[in-house]
């Protein structure tokens, strides 16, 4: 490779991480992360997300931010980091984690959550199995924090959730939570839930098009809104304040600003500079010669019509006009 196709990868390479690293800020945003709460864990069911923003403790820390034991702003709160080194495995980078308190007013319980955005549904494993592996990280990270000893009682319930970007459609739009349950093999056993209740996955697969306006796909329509590349910033802005009653700071609306520019300019940088360029051309070639058609290239690159129209600059077809009656 030459130095200069290695110093245009690495141009496309950093604009990808602020565009990561942008998109993980938004996400992070307490209000937000309540909303995810409220449509994707038990313990928030039905709440207000403002209500529960409130029970959020401290400042979400969002990956390679460390938090040492004993800074948190609760003097009960040890603090965890979002890092857990594991020897001979290298490190884990949570993208977002927080300490959440359930609403219980006769007994505040303590939740750990992490949230992750997942650009990649097949990254090469399943995101599942890595959500067990995070899950049990954090469960075990917290033997000298949040418990001592034997005492097992104390440890923290945990929640690994993921949103899915780049979904296939059987799995769009859809939420879908993995935990531990007691099965009775022989005879009937009473069931104390809080005995091995500690630990949860959720998979939140959002689709390639907006969600629609439905009670159902409030979670869904809210995050296709602030993870979207082809939606302008103040029709972000709309949707947040008149469906969701969340304000757009300004630090909000210069990342998603900087968000919306990096999607294009990434998108036009890789093809420019050969990054899947041999995808692209083979896929105009085809629908060149009529093999295929716009649909399937938005189903091979997993974006919309319009997107399909405007990054191949192929011409929108007309609706044919109405019939008249005679």
Not at 185 to 205: E, H, M, T, W, Y
Not at 221 to 248: D, Q
Request: aromatic share 8%; with cysteine.
């Amino acid at each position: 490779m030459d130095g200069e196709n290695l110093a245009r990868k690495i141009y496309i390479s950093d604009r990808k991480a602020q565009y990561d690293q942008n998109a993980k800020m938004i996400l992070a945003e307490k209000i937000i992360l309540a909303h995810i709460l409220v449509h994707s864990v038990a313990e928030f069911k039905g709440m207000d997300p403002r209500e529960v923003e409130l029970l959020i403790e401290g400042e979400p820390q969002v990956s390679g931010v460390r938090v040492n034991p004993g800074e948190s702003n609760n003097p009960e709160i040890t603090g965890s980091n979002t890092e857990d080194s594991v020897p001979y495995e290298g490190a884990i980078y949570y993208d977002i984690r927080f300490y959440v308190w359930t609403p219980d007013r006769t007994e505040k319980i303590k939740l750990i959550v992490d949230v992750e955005a997942q650009k990649a549904f097949r990254p090469g494993y399943d995101i599942v199995t890595r959500g067990v592996f995070y899950t049990a990280r954090m469960i075990s990270a917290q033997l000298g924090t949040e418990f001592t000893g034997s005492n097992y009682d104390d440890i923290k319930k945990v929640y690994s959730i993921w949103i899915c970007m780049d979904t296939p459609r059987e799995v769009e739009n859809t939420l879908t939570r993995f935990h531990m349950v007691q099965e009775d093999i022989v005879g009937k056993a009473p069931q104390d839930k809080a005995r091995f209740d500690r630990l949860s996955v959720i998979r939140v697969c959002l689709s390639r098009n907006l969600a629609e306006e439905r009670d159902e796909l409030k979670l869904h329509r809210l995050l296709g809104t602030v993870f979207s590349g082809k939606m302008t910033v103040p029709e972000k802005k709309k949707i947040l304040e008149s469906e969701y009653g969340i304000p757009m700071s300004d630090d909000m609306e210069r990342r998603s600003n900087y968000m919306c520019n990096l999607s294009d300019l990434i998108w036009e940088q890789g093809i420019e500079q050969g990054i899947d360029k041999g995808r692209y051309e083979t896929l105009l070639a085809l629908y060149k010669k009529g093999v295929i058609r716009e649909e399937d290239i938005a189903e091979q690159l997993n974006i919309s019509l319009e997107e399909v129209y405007k990054r191949f600059a192929i011409q929108k077809p007309v609706s044919a006009a109405p019939s008249r009656k005679i």
